[in-house]
């Protein structure tokens, strides 16, 4: 829920059991970016949602490719979108029966008390399919990494620490 259509390109809500001979990644249905048009320029879908800002978000995603037909083959790629950050996912390579689904993820910081996701379809080798299933968005954790001043200040400090150690050793 919540998920709109972007790219002024339809996408196609495809159910399992479908003439394609591919199935959901989890559930009865998932999106194909290509639509029925299987045209160069792909459907995506967006949602925005609150964030705090500062914080860590992941995205992941299925991304799928293959099924009955060489024209399902992949490899894929959707542009991904969020936090004023975005990358370029590719599934792996191949023309797989049954189709494949690779997990992805896309790790992002929020800007704002809101954000935009957007997972947008790019490219296709088969030319008729780009499959989407699952996304979600949870809080990420992001690991710190020390600033290079931040660690010269900490070199600064373990060097004066041993001299006052040295001089003790002198005193004594």
Known sequence: PGWTTVNGTQTAWIENGNPYGISAANGSFFLDLTGYTDSGT??????????????SYVLTFD???????????????????AGGSSATSTSG????NPAV?????????????????TITGSST??????G?????????????????????????GLLALVGV?????RIS
């Open 165 to 169: 150690d040295l001089r003790r050793q």
């Open 125 to 130: 080798t088969g030319g008729a399919y780009i």
């Open 42 to 55: 792909y459907g995506g879908v967006a949602q925005t949602f609150p964030t705090s800002p500062g914080t």
């Open 63 to 81: 991304l799928g490719y293959g099924g009955n037909s060489g024209a399902f083959g992949g490899p894929v790629s959707v542009l991904v979108s």
């Open 132 to 156: 989407l299933d699952n996304a979600d968005v949870e809080v990420g954790t992001a690991t710190a990494t020390p600033e290079p001043s931040s660690l010269l200040l900490l070199g600064i």
């Open 101 to 117: 689904w690779d997990l992805e993820t896309f790790d992002y910081t929020a800007v704002g008390s809101s954000t935009t996701v």
């Open 93 to 96: 390579s191949g023309d797989p």
